[in-house]
């Protein structure tokens, strides 16, 4: 038992003093590589950014036994003199950034391969709650102006061989973003957002693949809960996710709102229109994230919105409109884009859009609806290689009418056109008239008792000025009253005089007039008032047709007018014989 004793007393002496060799060794080994560890890492920053950015921090710990090290407060910031410098060369890059960690661990590393075979090899990055400022100003659109073309690799390949990270993990990012490229600075911050990236590698082999990002083989990028204000005040925005992932090149963002202000107090503080939007899903496929980041070219093969709801609420108080609203044509609102951009296809699935406004007469609100609307736009560019091969977008539409009737349209737009050409031609059917009645009762005034749409066909060609075009509208049976508003009651009341003369003397009932028969059709020729906008337009060519197409062209209104009138004469005169009888 002595014996025995001895011997766990021997491994105990012997454990114990490797122990302290190591540790021993271990804090010798972090007093020595620490300074050399903070210099190889100033010298690589400096000679990799071309002397644009120093990094420097309070602290560098080695830890030997755990593989191991972490910075303490580190600041990564440009230095403005050559920035300024590089501006006036015209090398300067479009992004400028500023980092400040508190605490910056790197794991699984090999500090003897650094200093003996020039390796930098990390297992794994961690940064805990950064603070982000990133500056774009777009000094270049082509890497071709900078002339200092080697690579990262070649800048650094006298001091390293090659850089890998397995891993890099940013979490609860603070991003403070200005861009100075518009007409005026725009400011966005964002928290809540976490970022990834896997296999960084720069080497030999890697400094020309064009697959990787950054030199990593995948950036994953989330944003979580985004919410902000307009600069007016009266919209808050809000997303609640959003996930980036260079490898597989796809943008998914998830639940977008744009909510307004309280209807009183957004009329009462603007004379704009209100509008509500809801987006479940917004995905894009094949984006250019490396193009978008330097130069703000969007570029993507295709782009899909899915569930999603669009109000838009005619201001009451809208004062007349003193400019030409020709800017809001899809087409020049397309050439007023400042960015570079390239969608090749743009798919839309179940949105629903809802129109409202305030009757000038009635003081009553109708509504228009396109349910459950479809649709694909091809070609949506602004990029002048793209347009020189193909300048026409198209956009194959399909809805339900007042969720009743198939709607289906097909635009063309000619996007280099300096008229804004464009056409459109569709059809509509088939539906029950009355489902109207909540848009025509308040904003025309009539009320449609019967009636059945059997289809409404129409082929317009127009531009900015004008358009002309066929529609052909086949209907039956049907019957309208005439509405006056009756102020003292707060309702519409119908006019008996009025509704006769129109279902007599006025309104076609039938289109054909009788079975067998040809129907009628109109040629349209509309021109564009300069404060109309586009879909006002549009609205007001096809009612150029329908009106005809029941019965109200120009010279029957006038006549109708003229017999109303008589009649209400007529009446009055036996009113005031009456009146004069009774004062005998």
């Known amino acids: 038992?002595?014996?025995?004793?001895?011997s766990h007393k021997r491994i105990m002496i012997v454990i114990g003093s490797l122990a302290a060799l190591v540790f021993i060794l271990a804090v010798l080994v972090n007093q020595y590589w620490s300074p050399i560890l903070a210099k190889e890492v100033r010298k690589i920053v400096l000679r990799s950014s071309d002397s644009l950015y120093t990094v420097d921090f309070s602290e560098a710990k080695l830890h030997?036994?755990?593989?191991?090290?972490?910075?303490?407060?580190?600041?990564?910031?440009?230095?403005?003199?050559?920035?300024?410098?590089?501006v006036r060369q015209h090398t300067a890059p479009n992004n400028l950034i500023a980092l400040h960690v508190k605490r910056l661990t790197l794991s699984e590393i090999h500090p003897f391969k650094l200093y003996f075979q020039h390796k930098l090899e990390i297992g794994r990055v961690a940064l805990k709650e950064p603070e982000l400022d990133v500056s774009y100003q777009l000094n270049h659109t082509k890497d071709t102006t900078v002339k200092d073309k080697r690579t990262v690799w070649q800048k650094i390949s006298k001091t390293l061989k090659l850089i890998h990270i397995g891993e890099i993990d940013l979490s609860d990012v603070q991003l403070k973003y200005k861009d100075y490229s518009g007409n005026k600075l725009a400011i966005s911050e964002l928290k809540e957002m976490n970022l990834s990236a896997t296999d960084l590698l720069i080497d030999s082999a890697t400094q020309t693949d064009t697959s990787r990002l950054m030199y990593c083989r995948d950036i994953d990028i989330t944003l979580n809960n985004y919410s902000g204000r307009s600069s007016n005040g009266l919209y808050r925005y809000h997303i609640g996710s959003l996930k980036l992932s260079t490898e597989n090149s796809e943008v998914d963002i998830q639940n977008l709102d744009l909510t307004p202000a309280d209807t009183s107090e957004f009329f009462e503080k603007s004379r704009r229109d209100r509008f509500d939007a809801h987006l479940d899903s917004l995905q894009i496929k094949h984006f250019d994230y490396l193009s978008y980041h330097k130069y703000r070219i969007i570029n993507a093969s295709h782009m899909l919105l899915t569930n999603g709801t669009l109000n838009v609420f005619t201001n009451p108080h809208k004062k007349p409109p003193t400019t030409d609203k020709v800017k809001t044509y899809p087409i020049f609102g397309l050439k007023q884009i400042k960015a570079?951009?390239?969608?090749?296809?743009?798919?839309?699935?179940?949105?629903?859009?809802i129109y409202s406004e305030v009757g000038r007469k009635s003081q009553k609100v109708g509504t228009v609806s396109f349910n459950n609307s479809s649709g694909r736009l091809l070609n949506v560019t602004t990029n002048k290689a793209a347009l020189a091969k193909n300048n026409i977008c198209t956009a194959d539409l399909n809805s339900y009418f007042m969720n009743r009737a198939r709607l289906h349209a097909l635009f063309t737009f000619?996007?280099?056109?300096?008229?804004?050409?464009?056409?459109?031609?569709?059809?509509?059917?088939?539906?029950?008239?009355?489902?109207?009645?909540?848009?025509?009762m308040p904003l025309g005034l009539v009320k449609i008792n019967t009636?059945?749409?059997?289809?409404?066909?129409?082929?317009?060609q127009a531009n900015d000025k004008a358009a002309h075009?066929?529609?052909?509208?086949?209907?039956?049976?049907?019957?309208?009253?005439?509405?006056?508003?009756?102020?003292?009651?707060d309702r519409l009341k119908h006019l008996a005089v009025a509704s006769l003369f129109a279902n007599i003397l006025v309104l076609k009932h039938n289109n054909?007039?009788?079975?067998?028969?040809?129907?009628?059709s109109f040629d349209v020729t509309f021109s564009r008032p300069p404060d109309y906008p586009f879909f006002k337009t549009i609205w007001r060519t096809l009612l150029a047709g329908i009106k005809p197409s029941v019965g109200l062209n120009d010279k029957m209104q006038q006549n109708v007018k003229a017999q109303i009138a008589a009649s209400v004469q007529k009446k009055q005169e036996r009113q005031v014989k009456i009146a004069e009888r009774k004062q005998r």
């Open 512 to 520: 054909p007039d009788k079975p067998g028969e040809t129907p009628r």
């Open 64 to 86: 030997v036994v755990r593989g191991e090290i972490v910075f303490y407060n580190i600041v990564l910031k440009p230095d403005t003199a050559v920035y300024n410098r590089k």
């Open 451 to 460: 009636g059945r749409l059997n289809r409404f066909d129409f082929d317009i």
């Open 469 to 489: 075009g066929r529609i052909s509208l086949l209907y039956d049976s049907l019957k309208v009253t005439v509405l006056k508003p009756d102020t003292n009651k």
């Open 414 to 440: 000619n996007l280099t056109a300096e008229d804004l050409a464009f056409s459109y031609k569709g059809s509509v059917g088939p539906m029950d008239l009355t489902v109207l009645n909540p848009a025509i």
């Open 340 to 353: 570079d951009l390239n969608i090749d296809t743009i798919d839309l699935t179940s949105i629903d859009i």
């Open 1 to 6: 038992m002595a014996r025995l004793h001895k």
